[in-house]
């Protein structure tokens, strides 16, 4: 039977969903695992939306609590506001009480990415503080480390991510996720695939 790993988000600009989509690609690198995307439900109007400039979203399906606890491993992503996860995935997390009551999380991995508008805008804060999310399902918190090699240490370029897990800036919202922060974004998916696998198999 597939390992399910499931790349759930929220992106409002479409900087999370790119990260999203590459490690999509990462996971399903690893033999025997089936890598799935999905979106968590807006809670912002149209209108409001609109006066925001927010691009349509895409056809990624929307996912539900019960969908959620589907998976044998989790990467969430996320954009920040005030250097925490934004309310709308915040909201879906709220909604998963059910599976908080009856455990059905505990246990599972999960890893966390995420974007942020400059490079003090909390691509640490965003993570850790998503954590205690995490903590209280009883799942377990995969981070990358430094896995991800010599990529972690360039200096030369901007660069989104850290130990914690792969991201992006979006500066004024032109920036796109450059190629070394899609490789690190692979490279998530790969590694928390493989770890999502073994524990699956040692079940």
Partial sequence: MATKVYIVYYSMYGHVERLAEEIKKGA???EGVEATLWQVPETLHEEVL???SAPPKSDVPIITANQFAEADGFILGFPTRFGMM???FKAFLDSTGGLWRTQQLAGK???IFYSTGSQGGGQETTAL???TQLVHHGMIFVPIGYTFGAGMF???NVKGGSPY??????????RQPTELELEQAFHQGK???GITKKLKGSA
């Fill in 28 to 30: 399903a690198s690893v």
């Fill in 50 to 52: 609109g006066k925001m």
């Fill in 86 to 88: 934004a309310a709308q």
């Fill in 109 to 111: 991995p999960a890893g």
């Fill in 129 to 131: 503080t998503a954590i």
């Fill in 154 to 156: 360039d200096m030369e």
């Fill in 165 to 174: 897990g792969a991201g992006t800036f979006a500066g004024d919202g032109s």
């Fill in 191 to 193: 590694y928390i695939a």
